[in-house]
């Protein structure tokens, strides 16, 4: 079953973001020459490094990670697994201990590696040509 799109429960997506990336020089300039700050609490410097979103589908009673993207110049250095991580856990320990579904391109193996390392399961079953996992409980 596909993740409901139009759910009475509210979709929820976060930023992911990663402190003290400014300049190499430790000048706090970000990569885009502003020296900004960012806007969450704390007085490090942040450079959003992706996005990740969730949804609560009514139909299968799971909640799915509807996408999550990790700048290029990021990934391998752990922001996914830590992502994956947290939102994984928050999720799981929502009131009913209802599973956590995601789908990956079949092609995309470091992901489907990823998953797998934290516990979830490919199903027999496909979305929009991508497989299907699902975590009932984490392995780490």
């Not at 997506?13 to 990663?18: A, F, I, K, P, Y």
Request: glycine share 16%.
């Amino acid at each position: 079953s596909m993740p409901s799109t139009t759910s009475p429960r509210p979709n929820t997506s976060s930023m992911l973001r990663e402190p003290g990336l400014g300049g190499a020089d430790g000048s706090g300039t970000r990569r885009d020459g502003s020296g900004g700050r960012g806007d969450s609490a704390g007085s490090g410097l942040e450079d959003v490094v992706g996005h990740v979103m969730w949804a609560w589908d009514d139909e299968d009673g799971c909640h799915w990670v509807g996408g999550m993207l990790v700048d290029a110049a990021q990934q391998g250095t752990g922001v996914g697994r830590a992502t994956v991580l947290t939102l994984a856990r928050w999720l799981l320990d929502r009131p009913g201990g209802h599973p956590v579904r995601l789908s990956v391109d079949p092609g995309n193996t470091s992901a489907r590696r990823l998953y797998a390392s934290v516990g979830f399961v490919e199903l027999d079953e496909q979305v929009d040509g991508e497989v299907v996992a699902e975590l009932t409980t984490l392995t780490v």
